[in-house]
């Protein structure tokens, strides 16, 4: 942001930037609880943090910007420009803007849509992004394109547009082969075949698919064309720059005050502690490395990782992997990587107790030979187990044996509720020291190492006391002027890697920062010899280093971040979602790889594999008595089963979730208990509608839980009871629905009517016994009560199934119900109700997708409405659709309808098409009713109905109740013209 062309410095906390971001994409009236939902959803108080945004929001941009009342916020952005705003009204009809104008507007588009602020763990503000984001790809896709096509005449300018084309999505071929075309127009030969094997090698490794002909009939072209080869010059230095190492500053520089504050924060009497918070870049990772030579090996350090923001204990477990080599073993620290470690034992033989007292006692061992250094980096991502241990720790060490030094970027920490709970707790026995920038002598010391002469004073210039900015500066390309930003100088020297190394270092970033070297290679899908010396090549360049344990690291999580954010939002997501799978092998035998795989998979819209993730992550997180994370996790993974379509998989996670959820926070005082007890009833309803017995004891339980600690022993007590109860009430409920379905197919089928009530009655009787609501019982009874002709139980019934249906989002029996309830009201005359569920049904078949429901809801309306035009277009349809028992039906209906009017010709007409239906797929019931109709009219057909058959249907249980009042109405007018002396055809 920038105000009368100056920068405007945001507020550092990502949910404020957030907030921002979202005030502004969509300018109007947003209520507090809104925005409270969507950013602190999980907050202990979401209001509160709310207030505190809106103040720094306030501070930066000015009071009058932010516009709030007790109940709405909003931004008054009079005399404010927007980007997306700018776009949203260009954005209607792309081609009708000059292209003076479409290049305007793409220049707007300098990266994602609010970058580096998704908030995954938001998961509100997280989808409302990514839907953002993807409309807004769109219209850049589309502003590129009609550039692309508008530029033909200039090449150059039309190869510019055509690679961000293919930048935005690496899988769209038809982008590769422009690039193609337009590079051979220009007479790169070379350039051409490379980017033709490069989206060769991308489909093959990423897609595991060939690229179509098209591609190969534009590379054919580099055969009829002679090849352009690189000037000897530049070939060797391209060379030169791939292999010649960065410089690196020889010492530490500066900081000399904040040592001193340091040292003497850790000089007094009571806690040694300091945190020192700053920008990205600032120096505080170098600062603590400088702080730790002066221990020697007595220091404990680690570094916090955003995507392991739920692994309990996760910077303690790696600061015990970081303990320097050569440091004197310890009793205790054989015990904690024996334990911790190695996974020799079991999580749940792992407790709380166990894991402070023995971190108690490594830091008692290690401080016999001096005070002992906690050094933790980007603590704004500790997770809430770690702050526990780390308080535990300073209350029982408060006469300076151990020394505390923690790191964080200003702003973020005042997002991490623990860390701001840690920090308050500690009140004035904390030192906080903030770094600002290198004042000019360091500045220049720091680039004088770097740089040659003449180009320092440019340097510190541009840096701005920033050493990881001006470290970059110095090694930027010597051949020309330093780039004007930092994100300008990573992306610079990101772009003069080789493909090789490009691509391990873009699937290092989805990983994080740290990750084993061997788990990216086989990510990467390259050969090792490849991948090695992509590794090397990365090494030389700063942009990551290997590390003794076999890992690789980024030298700095902005340069993580400038690789990251040069991959394309599709290709993003693909390579999350490998990265989940891979992951996932390891997930049962290592469950703190479960909360990697539920990142990973949330950022590649995995939900299934989500859910098993925060699973597994929370079981772990409970068994480690790290209850917040667990709860947490919880929370993450009922998102994801939410996503997932009725059946038991997402039962049964769900109830596993809902478990971690009150196992978590047994014991605290509850602000939502009933919403819990809501969801898990529900749940169970749900589980025992599926037969899944372990599912509703599971949820029985959970329940016996929550009322013991509302105070409601006598419902705990029956919770309890139901839980032992629930494998028999399964097994019976099985055999109900057994029952209950047999007798709705013979029903349906119109076969064996007597056996089908006698199944339907006792599937009825052992489900109220057993006190089970089926929607196959509800079904069954509904259509033996519509077979015998009372219409009202039926519709009642079939409403009844409908709701068990919808309860369970069974959207087949759903559809099957509302077309029963459909017909049921238009032969009870009620023709809103008719029309509401065949309007239903409609809309039901748009959401499937299923063939003949939309037309046959269409034929419902028509006939309640008495569109003729309607019905027959309706007819016609169901024809296309090839549903001749429903089409029977239909016009046997308007048959009876045209005949009561007086139409005789065309019911009969009507009745004839009915029959052969009918005929052609067996279905007795219409047949008859055909026949009978034509019978009551006079008239032939192939096979006319005789005085006996009319007789004989008019009182036959193998028919409904409707057939066997138009075979009684025609046998009765048969016998009426007898007794007149008519004689009819066939008498």
């Known amino acids: 942001m920038s105000f009368n062309g100056r920068k405007i410095d945001l507020p550092a906390s990502k949910k404020t930037r957030g907030l921002l971001g979202y005030l502004l994409a969509r300018p109007v009236p947003r209520t507090r609880s809104e925005l409270c939902d969507l950013l602190w959803e999980d907050a202990e108080d979401p209001r509160g943090a709310l207030r505190w945004s809106l103040s720094k929001l306030r501070t930066t941009l000015g009071p009058t910007i932010i516009v709030a009342n007790r109940n709405t916020v909003e931004l008054n952005t009079n005399g404010i420009s927007v980007d997306v705003a700018m776009i949203d009204a260009a954005s209607g009809d792309i081609k009708s803007h000059t292209t003076e104008e479409l290049t305007s507007l793409e220049a707007l588009f300098r990266g994602e849509f609010l970058n580096d602020l998704e908030l995954s763990d938001c998961y509100g503000f997280y989808e409302w992004c990514q839907s953002e984001r993807s409309k807004y790809g769109r219209v850049h896709t589309h502003i590129l394109e009609t550039l692309v096509d508008r530029n033909r005449t200039h090449p150059g300018a039309a190869l510019e547009y055509a690679h ?47 690229p179509s002909p098209a591609l190969d009939m534009a590379g054919q072209a580099l055969l009829t064309t002679t090849k352009q080869r690189i000037p000897e010059g530049e070939r060797q230095e391209s060379s030169k720059l791939s292999s010649e190492p960065l410089p690196a500053p020889k010492k530490f520089i500066g900081r000399a005050t904040q040592i001193r504050l340091i040292r003497s924060a850790f000089s007094g009497h009571g806690p040694a502690l300091a945190l020192i918070v700053g920008t990205p870049g600032i120096g505080k990772s170098a600062l603590l490395s400088e702080i730790a030579k002066g221990y020697g090996l007595r220091h404990l350090s680690a570094c916090a990782i955003e995507v392991e923001r739920s692994r309990p204990f996760g910077v303690w477990i790696d600061a015990l992997r970081n303990l320097p080599p050569g440091a004197s073993a310890t009793k205790a620290q054989d015990t904690l990587r024996d334990r911790l470690l190695s996974g020799k034992d079991k999580p749940e033989a792992l407790t709380e107790q166990w894991v402070f007292d023995s971190f108690r006692q490594l830091m008692t061992e290690l401080a016999q030979e001096g005070p002992v250094l906690i050094a933790l980096d980007d603590v704004q991502w500790i997770e809430p187990s770690s702050c526990a241990l780390l308080s535990y720790l300073i209350r029982h060490f408060d006469d300076g044996r151990i020394h505390v030094c923690l790191a964080a970027r200003a702003g973020e920490v005042d997002d991490n509720d623990a860390v701001q709970t840690l920090i308050s707790g500690l009140g004035n026995n904390l030192h906080r020291i903030t770094l600002t920038g290198l004042t000019g002598i360091e500045a220049s010391a720091l680039a004088q190492q770097l740089a040659p002469a003449d180009k320092v004073p440019d340097i510190v210039a541009k840096a701005q006391g920033n050493p990881f900015y001006l470290i970059e500066l110095a090694r930027a390309d010597r051949r020309g002027p330093a ?46 010899t490849s991948a090695l010396e992509a590794i090397e090549e990365l090494e030389r360049h700063g942009v990551i280093e290997s590390l003794e344990t076999g890992s690789i690291e980024f030298t700095h999580d902005l340069v993580k971040n400038a690789v990251y954010e040069r991959i394309s939002n599709a290709r993003r997501r693909l390579m999350h979602s490998r990265v989940a799978e891979l992951l996932a092998w390891e997930m049962a035998e290592d469950p703190s790889q479960a909360a990697r795989v539920l990142h990973q998979s949330t950022l590649s819209n995995q939900h299934l594999l989500a859910a098993r993730a925060a699973v597994i992550a929370g079981q772990n997180a409970l068994r480690s008595f790290a209850n917040s994370e667990a709860s947490d996790l919880a929370r993450k993974g009922l998102f994801h089963a939410e996503k997932l379509g009725i059946g038991s998989d997402r039962i049964s996670l769900a109830m596993s979730l809902l478990g971690i959820q009150v196992l978590a926070t047994s014991g605290i005082a509850r602000s939502t208990p009933s919403r819990l007890t809501t969801e898990i009833r529900s749940l169970i309803s749900r589980a025992s509608q599926q037969a899944m017995a372990e599912e509703v004891a599971q949820g029985e339980y959970l329940l016996s839980v929550l009322f013991q600690e509302m105070g409601d022993p006598e419902a705990a007590g029956l919770a309890t009871t139901r839980a032992a109860d629930a494998a028999r009430q399964i097994e019976a409920q099985k055999k109900i629905r057994q029952l209950a379905n047999s007798a709705r197919c013979l029903l349906e089928l119109g076969k064996d009517i007597a056996k089908a009530a006698d199944l339907s009655r006792d599937a009825d009787l052992l489900a109220r016994q057993e006190g089970v609501a089926d929607v196959e019982v509800a079904w069954s009874c509904g259509l033996l009560a519509y077979w015998q002709g009372n219409l009202d139980v039926a519709a009642t019934n079939i409403e009844c199934a409908l709701d068990l249906a919808r309860d369970v989002e069974d959207h087949w029996r759903e559809s099957k119900c509302l077309t029963w309830a459909a017909k049921i009201a238009l032969e009870q005359n009620r023709l809103d109700a008719a029309i509401g569920h065949a309007t239903e049904l409609g809309s039901l078949a748009a959401k499937i997708g299923e063939g003949s429901m939309a037309p046959l809801s269409c034929a419902f309306i028509a006939i309640a409405k008495q569109n003729a035009k309607g019905l027959s277009d309706a007819i016609e349809a169901l024809k296309g659709a090839d549903d001749k028992s429903h089409l029977a039906y239909i016009l046997n209906f308007a048959a009876d309808r045209l005949q009561k009017r007086g139409d005789a010709s065309r019911a009969i007409d009507f009745a004839r098409m009915a029959y052969r239906f009918a005929d052609d797929v067996g279905n007795n019931n219409e047949k008859v009713f055909a026949q009978s109709l034509i019978a009551l009219s006079e008239s032939e057909i192939d096979s006319p109905a005789t005085l006996e058959e009319l007789e004989e249907w008019s009182s036959s249980p193998e028919l409904t109740a409707r057939v066997q009042r138009m075979a009684g109405a025609a046998r009765k007018h048969r016998r009426q013209r007898r007794h007149d002396g008519g004689q009819s055809p066939n008498a």
Do not use: Y
């Open 164 to 210: 961000r084309l293919v930048g935005r999505n690496p899988f769209d071929e038809s982008a590769h082969i422009r690039v193609v075309e337009l590079l051979l127009s220009l007479g790169r030969q070379e350039e051409a075949a490379a980017q033709v094997a490069q989206c060769r090698k991308i489909f093959q490794l990423e897609l595991g698919v060939e």
């Open 483 to 528: 780039e004007a930003t930092l994100r300008e100088t990573l992306a610079t020297r990101i772009e003069r890697m080789s493909q090789p190394a490009a691509n391990i270092a873009s699937w290092a970033s989805i990983f994080g920062r740290s990750i084993p070297a061997d788990t990216v290679i086989s990510a990467s899908g390259m050969d090792l």
